[in-house]
């Protein structure tokens, strides 16, 4: 078949071993029939619930005398998305690497859905799906033919595989350009094709390695509906991002990661919480008159008020009302005011206090990679 061999991404033994397909680095299985929406789950499906869907327990890898990863502990409940953020270098990709069987750790331990990533590597392979930072699909080949192939390469059938394909397309808006060479999509229809290939044989947990990297905004919010939809069918997704307002929208939970240690983690308002919480953000008419603002308005404020790049910032606990008392205190004591509003933390706000710097965006091999 022309292109096929295109898929291929390395040489010599695959590294998933024999017993995955060698042209793709999407896999996983059937889903039970027991756990699709709306089926009440068995008993021995409701024993896989309990169990963490990722789960690693100090996590070491070196790269000769650089250390990638330093003891990372994660937890990701089933059916949630999980997000993994950290400036270049910081170690996600390493830890996506080991979590999908594509390297093995040094020390500490991982599971998926239970099993073991090192003794068991098999029966996590067949858990999971892998779509990484660049659409892994054959331009030679129509929408519709890379997912009916990918389907065959998991021995579903050619009716299985076909039947799937079209149900794929139509999940992800592409019916229209199924019968199109994929190397006449644009960039967001060529990551949606390569989200559906990594579901097309339904696995439970699924990983995303930068899914939007390149896309634009209407492309990004487009595949963040596909993602929420597959999250409320029940799939479990990790993904490494360095957009953190797609974090934002995205995770349940959220982990950071900077050289090689997860540094915090929590729900994405547990994390703005620790940088401070809301704030006042005025200027001045006469910027003269900060030190004056700032003694005005420290008896409303939760933590003293500060003067940065010309704006009176006055942290505070409680939104309602604040901006109303803050004019009227100003006004008391004769100050203008020429701009104020109420800032919410971002999570920019939270990478920046937590590793000293602003999130990078990550390059083709920001980590190191292994000799």
């Known amino acids: 078949m022309p292109g096929l061999m295109n898929l291929s991404r390395t040489d010599g033994p695959h590294p998933f071993g024999d017993t995955a397909p060698r042209h793709r680095n999407h896999i996983g299985r059937e889903r039970p029939e027991s756990t699709r929406p709306g089926r009440e789950p068995t008993a021995s499906v409701k024993r896989v619930q309990a169990v963490p869907a990722v789960e690693t327990t100090r ?6 005398d650089v250390q990638a990863l330093r003891g990372v502990d994660l937890r990701v409940e089933t059916g949630s998305i999980f997000g993994l953020l950290g400036p270049n270098g910081a170690g996600k990709t390493t830890a996506v690497r080991i979590l999908t069987t594509l390297l093995l750790p040094d020390e500490g331990s991982a599971r998926v859905t239970g099993f073991d990533v090192v003794r068991d590597a098999a029966k996590v392979r067949e858990q999971i799906g892998l779509a990484g930072q660049y659409a892994a699909v054959d331009e030679n080949l129509t929408g519709f033919e890379n997912l009916e192939m990918v389907g065959r390469l998991y021995h579903l059938g050619r009716g299985r595989s076909r039947a799937r394909a079209r149900e794929l397309l139509s999940s992800f808006d592409l019916s229209d350009a199924a019968d199109r060479l994929v190397r006449t999509y644009s960039g967001g229809m060529r990551r949606r094709l390569d989200l559906a290939a990594a579901l097309v044989a339904r696995p439970p947990v699924l990983f995303l390695d930068e899914p939007t990297t390149g896309l634009d905004i209407r492309s990004r919010i487009e595949l ?5 939809a597959l999250v409320s069918e029940g799939t479990t997704v990790l993904l490494t991002t360095q957009y953190l ?6 995770a349940d939970r959220v982990a950071v990661i900077d050289q090689g240690l997860v540094i915090a983690e929590g729900t994405p308002e547990e994390l703005k919480t620790q940088v401070g919480g809301e704030r006042l953000e005025i200027r001045l008419c006469d910027g003269q008159r900060g ?7 420290v008896s409303i404020a939760s933590d003293r008020p500060f003067l940065e790049d010309g704006w009176v910032r006055v942290p505070v606990a409680e939104r309602r009302g604040t901006i ?19 800032s919410t933390p971002t ?11 602003a999130a990078e965006p990550e390059t083709e091999e920001a980590e190191v990679q292994p000799r």
């Open 291 to 297: 030190e004056e603002a700032v003694a005005a308005l």
């Open 324 to 342: 109303a008392d803050a004019v009227r205190r100003l006004d008391d004591a004769g100050i203008a005011i020429d701009d104020i509003s109420v």
């Open 347 to 357: 999570l920019d706000d939270v990478f920046l206090n937590l590793t000293g710097h």
């Open 224 to 228: 963040w509906d596909a993602i929420e």
């Open 245 to 250: 307002d797609e974090a934002d929208r995205l």
């Open 59 to 64: 996590l070491h890898k070196n790269y000769g």
